[in-house]
């Protein structure tokens, strides 16, 4: 099968999915998918193509979902306008992180990100007349009458993330992406050759908490709940290994991560202890042994199995690039 016909195959598939899941808990499967591929795409920017580890997105997603949530319950301010504005004020808060962040490096930069995750999970938790605290914030409304169902939030969602995903696809295609990954690979010849890395690091950073701030609007609207466990420390590290699991400084690696996760999770979702003791060992296990991620090995497999067809090519994807 051509790329070409296996890319429409999925999109075809991703158009008419609803139309068997209808109103049932696999659309909202989906519709959850979704909004995390975004999430570890968003992560993988950073973690993959500019070289930073960042323990904070969970609290970058609840930044968004709450800001989005309490300007629309709250003040009653639309959806279309409740949105961006998440999304906006999010990136203000990474800006603001960014600044002083980028004064560390290696460790003491994780470390920064750490503690800023949870410092925001004990704003969420505490300042109760904003965020609910330990009761959550309820009754965020949807968009309007337009997406009150299920099948039609899914297609809002798939919009939303078609669209970010082709961004951030454009992004490291572009002279800004190479950029990054020459940060990344050696920081010290990239400024060298004249590049800034502070102002690089810093872009790619805003751009992706950003990012995880418009995945938590499209979540508390979706769920119309907003609660402190949804955007805890224990986010940002399933975010980390969905990353890792994929293949980070890959452009599918991410998504392929969430679809193998939240397989797990509903596998064992009456499991909680198995399932974090299955995690970590997984952590673990990647580290060691496929530090890669699982999706180049099985893609190099995929190939040597299958017939070659004329003029393609038998060298797996460099790093960096989309395999």
Not at 146 to 158: C, I, M
Not at 227 to 244: E, G, I
Not at 312 to 323: E, K
Request: glycine share 12%; proline share 5%; no cysteine.
């Amino acid at each position: 099968m051509s790329p070409a016909i296996f890319k429409a195959a999925l999109v075809a598939l991703a158009l008419l999915f609803p139309l068997a899941g209808g109103e049932g808990y696999f659309t909202h499967l989906a519709i959850t998918m979704l909004i995390f591929s975004i999430l570890a795409s968003s992560l993988n920017l950073l973690m993959g193509y500019t070289g930073l580890v960042s323990i904070a997105h969970g609290a970058f997603f609840g930044i968004g979902a709450y800001s989005s949530g309490i300007l629309a319950l709250r003040l009653g301010v639309p959806f279309w306008i409740a949105f961006p504005l998440g999304t906006a004020l999010t990136g203000v808060v990474a800006f603001a992180l960014a600044v002083p962040s980028f004064r560390t490096r290696g460790i003491y930069y994780i470390i920064v990100t750490v503690a800023f995750q949870l410092i925001a999970s004990e704003i969420f938790e505490s300042w109760y007349a904003m965020t609910g605290g330990g009761i959550g914030l309820r009754g965020i409304p949807r968009p309007g009458r337009l997406f009150a169902s299920k099948v039609a939030y899914y297609y809002l969602a798939l919009g939303v993330a078609a669209v970010v995903h082709y961004g951030i696809v454009r992004i490291i295609r572009s002279p800004v992406g190479i950029s990054l990954m020459a940060i990344r690979d050696n920081e010290t010849k990239a400024r060298m050759m004249g590049l800034n890395p502070w102002r690089y690091k810093t872009f790619a950073f805003v751009f992706a908490s950003g990012l995880a701030g418009l995945a938590g609007s499209l979540y508390a609207h979706y769920m119309e709940y907003a609660h402190p466990d949804l955007f805890s420390f224990f986010v940002s590290v399933d975010l980390f290994l969905t990353v890792m699991l994929g293949g980070a400084g890959t452009v599918y690696g991410p998504i392929f991560g969430v679809l193998v996760l939240e397989g797990i999770r509903e596998v064992l979702h009456e499991f909680v202890a198995l399932r974090l003791l299955l995690f970590g060992l997984v952590l673990i296990a990647l580290i060691v042994f496929v530090p890669e991620g699982l999706l180049r090995p099985l893609l190099r497999y995929a190939r040597r199995r299958l017939p070659a067809g004329p003029g393609r090519a038998t060298a797996g994807p460099l790093r960096g690039s989309a395999p």
